[in-house]
């Protein structure tokens, strides 16, 4: 996952950076795989998740990902969904969002991904180690 960020991280970071408004870390930063093509302007509330049975999105500890450096951050460590035990989702994008409900939050940063089926034999969805990528250009 190369990571765009979205106009909620964008304005949020351009008004810290020129000392508007402070930015407060977010508590919960969760993975959210989609079905639907993610846009800038979507939020955690907007975007279209994955529905195989057992499906949620993925908390991501501090400690899993690596401190920025270069402008970029990647995991530190693979990033393992839930597995799935019934239906089927084809996911096309990844989201990282301030909420691990679905459905809720802010988006922060988002990618598309190759396309893949999540079913009862294709599972569990993992981000493996350096699979994440964000960067600040």
């Known amino acids: 996952m190369a990571g765009h960020y979205s106009s909620y991280s964008e304005n949020k970071l351009l008004d810290h950076s020129l000392g508007k408004?402070?930015?407060t870390m977010p508590a919960t930063v969760a993975n959210a795989l989609c079905t639907v093509t993610i846009t800038y302007a979507m939020t955690?509330?907007?975007i279209t998740e994955a529905t195989f049975t057992g499906y949620a999105r993925k908390t991501i500890a501090g400690s899993d990902l690596?401190?920025?450096s270069s402008g970029s951050s990647t995991n530190a460590n693979a990033i393992i969904?839930?597995?799935c035990t019934g239906?089927?989702?084809t996911i096309i994008g990844d989201a990282l969002c301030?909420?691990?409900s679905t459905g809720a939050g802010n988006m922060l940063v988002y990618s598309d991904v190759t396309s893949h089926t999540i079913d009862t034999s294709n599972t569990p969805a993992t981000l493996a180690i350096g699979a994440l990528t964000v960067?600040?250009?």
Do not use: C, R
């Open 21 to 23: 408004t402070s930015f």
């Open 44 to 46: 955690g509330a907007t």
């Open 66 to 68: 690596n401190a920025a």
């Open 81 to 83: 969904h839930a597995a």
């Open 87 to 89: 239906s089927s989702s």
């Open 98 to 100: 301030d909420s691990a």
């Open 135 to 137: 960067t600040l250009t």
